[in-house]
């Protein structure tokens, strides 16, 4: 076990039965007896057969233990871990560690799939190993029974990336469009050993931790393909952080710092800076202070907008990116010629938003964006 992985008890319940398999899935547990019985029913009955479903149990209080214990008496494929709790990144973390598939999938223990999802995923990789395999999703809220189509923004397959500027500036357009959300897909195991080398592949104790894996995997890919079907539902519930206002969401803001240091200790910074700005803005501005709204409480949010002007100005004066040289940024200005997609080729909704993050004043936007997201109830 990884060094920061030691100080939380750890307890082996049962291992799944083979030694390898194609898929191996990492499902963290923690009081959701309400929807873990859907959950794993999903993943076990489904069309796929060779997979294992790595369980770890995060110190659940409710009657998950017992859900989880009635699937082992059934199936061998099943590896079964409790231990003290320690987060949703530790458990995945913790996860990772015991997997013996040669593909990884992240899952939700709220959150259920459709039956072929892993058939048609796997199915990819069949004739040529690719790093990364996407699937389009449901956004299924809990309160209505709504399901929103999401579509991953991945449209085409690529083999053999380099890293050369061509493939670059298409590991860029990727970073852009892609849904960055981590069930949604499977990844090769070497992919993510490649890229967090010695450490895990979360940041322990970090929430929005899908930003540093996401951003930080896709720059060290060499192929990718999807599915354009929503094989999975992803239920959003009113209780959960996404959908709330919490001091978790300032790990959004760690979160970018964090892409940004890394792309400089790996010597990537430079190829990468302009993909990383688009990265800081959208989500500094964006997401973040959509999220912080959600306080309806006009203090909480200029508090947090002036922690994230604070940061900009850190970071431009440190990095020269973000705020200050944005107009000079090829990604936010949709004109960098050696892209794989033209301008006219990009969706509307990246224009608009790509406009409103170059030119508007980020005041303004702040208090436009806090009137919208106030009354909102998700």
């Not at 369980?55 to 409790?82: A, H, M, P």
């Not at 930080?216 to 952080?241: G, M």
């Amino acid at each position: 076990m990884k060094e920061n992985e030691k100080d939380i008890k750890v307890n082996i319940v049962k291992m799944s039965e083979k030694e390898s398999y194609s898929l191996s899935i990492i499902l963290p547990v923690f009081n959701v007896e309400k929807y873990l019985d859907r959950c794993i029913k999903s993943i076990i009955e489904g069309s796929y057969n060779d997979l294992e479903i790595i369980i770890v149990n995060d110190g659940s209080k409710d009657n998950s233990d017992s859900i989880i214990k009635r699937y082992l008496e059934k199936y061998k494929n099943i590896t079964y871990i409790v231990k003290e709790n320690g987060g949703l990144s530790h458990a995945r973390n913790v996860g990772y560690i015991y997997a013996k598939g040669e593909y990884i999938a992240f899952f939700d223990s709220d959150d259920y799939i459709g039956k072929d999802m892993y058939e048609k995923l796997m199915g990819k990789v069949k004739d040529y190993k690719y790093d990364i395999v996407v699937s389009d999703l449901y956004m299924e809220y809990e309160e209505t029974g709504k399901k929103v189509y999401v579509s991953s923004n991945i449209l085409e397959e690529y083999r053999g990336l380099t890293d050369n500027a061509k493939d670059i500036n298409i590991k860029k357009d990727i970073m852009e469009k892609i849904y960055i959300a981590v069930h949604n897909k499977i990844y090769k195991k070497e992919l993510i050993d490649k890229t967090f080398k010695d450490n895990m592949p979360f940041v322990n104790g970090m929430y929005y931790e899908d930003i540093l894996y996401t951003y930080s995997i896709l720059q060290n890919i060499e192929s990718i393909s999807f599915v354009k079907e929503p094989l999975y539902y992803y239920v959003q519930r009113r209780s959960s952080i996404s959908n709330n206002y919490d001091k978790k969401l300032y790990d959004i803001i760690t979160s970018v710092e964090m892409l940004i240091e890394n792309a400089v200790k790996n010597n990537r910074f430079e190829e990468y800076k302009d993909i990383l700005e688009y990265i800081g803005i959208r989500y500094l501005y964006g997401t973040f202070m959509k999220r912080i709204a959600k306080t309806k409480n006009k203090k909480i949010y200029l508090e947090g907008y002036n922690i994230v002007c604070n940061k900009d100005k850190e970071i431009y004066e440190k990095y020269s990116i973000l705020g200050k040289n944005k107009k000079k940024n090829s990604i936010l200005n949709n004109n960098n010629n050696n892209s794989c997609k033209n301008f006219n080729k990009k969706s509307l909704r990246i224009k608009l938003k790509n406009i409103i993050l170059k030119n508007m004043d980020k005041r303004i936007f702040a208090e436009i964006l806090f009137l919208l997201e106030r009354n909102t109830k998700n």
